[in-house]
């Protein structure tokens, strides 16, 4: 299946606001970028044709893949001058870049995609900037034997919040951490049809619209992952997982297995 990334965001809660400022896809998890770990991940299962949506810090992200050096994610052997790799990411990988604008919500970016999808049932669509070990074959296994228009990976809500159930008169009722409450958030990964464009206005939302209006209709399916799953909407959260990276904690690095 091609896989559609979201990759031209402004990250405005990662941002400093310095000028040429790396956008938030590219910013670093060990020695590769944030996108090239969500592409890893889907080539890891053979989805090796990608679509990118660009928009804020574009050069940032083609400049990347052009000037692609394979021997900093790969061992090689040196022959004099004469570089021998012993394995190759990216050698197999189909890359579109896509300019769909610079202020365009995900879902006007996804329309912009649309021929570049065309005559695909289905495909894949990913924000991104969010890491997983969940298992991809059986989300697009439930996916393919279901009569929807789209499905979403939902997961526990993140963080150390606790929920204070209170009753008219103030006093609590219970206390709860926020990841026991049964209730799920988006996880951002999508298994997509091409219905999903009936419901996506122009300059619409992906989730918003599209998703929102196959709920009403009963034809958005949900996965529920409770494995690993990290956002990175924050530069602590970048941070911490740049750190796990380099004490060898990356679970969602199944290619390494």
């Known amino acids: 299946m091609k896989v559609v990334l979201f990759c031209g965001g402004y990250g405005t809660r990662m941002r400093t606001g310095a000028p040429g400022e790396v956008p938030k896809p590219m910013q670093l998890v060990g020695p590769r970028p944030l996108l090239w770990h969500v592409m890893r991940y889907y080539a890891h299962f053979g989805h090796t044709e990608f679509i990118l949506c660009l928009g804020y810090g574009a050069q940032h992200i083609t400049e990347f893949f ?34 769909t604008g610079i202020q365009s919500p995900i879902g006007e970016r996804l329309r912009r995609v649309r021929d570049h999808l065309e005559g695909d049932e289905m495909f894949l669509a990913n924000y991104a900037d969010v890491l997983t070990d969940a298992p991809l074959p059986e989300i697009i296994d439930r996916f393919t034997a279901a009569d929807v228009g ?21 006093l609590a009722r219970n206390i709860a951490p926020v990841t026991e409450l049964p209730m799920w958030v988006n996880g951002g990964y999508f298994v997509l049809r091409q219905e999903i464009f009936d419901h996506i206005p122009e300059n619409g939302d992906l989730v918003g619209d599209g998703c929102m209006e196959l709920t009403k ?28 990276y380099s004490r060898g904690d990356r679970p969602w690095a199944l290619w390494e297995a």
């Open 217 to 244: 209709r009963g034809r958005l399916l949900t996965y529920r992952h409770r494995g690993y799953w990290r956002p990175t909407d924050t530069v602590n959260q970048r941070i911490e997982l740049d750190e796990a």
């Open 66 to 99: 052009l000037d692609y050096k394979e021997t900093v994610s790969n061992d090689f052997r040196l022959h004099g001058s004469q570089v021998e790799l012993l394995a190759q990411d990216i050698s197999d990988w189909s890359i579109s870049f896509v300019q």
């Open 150 to 170: 789209a499905s979403m990976m939902v997961v526990p809500p993140p963080g150390t919040f606790h929920c204070v159930d209170v009753d008219d008169d103030g």
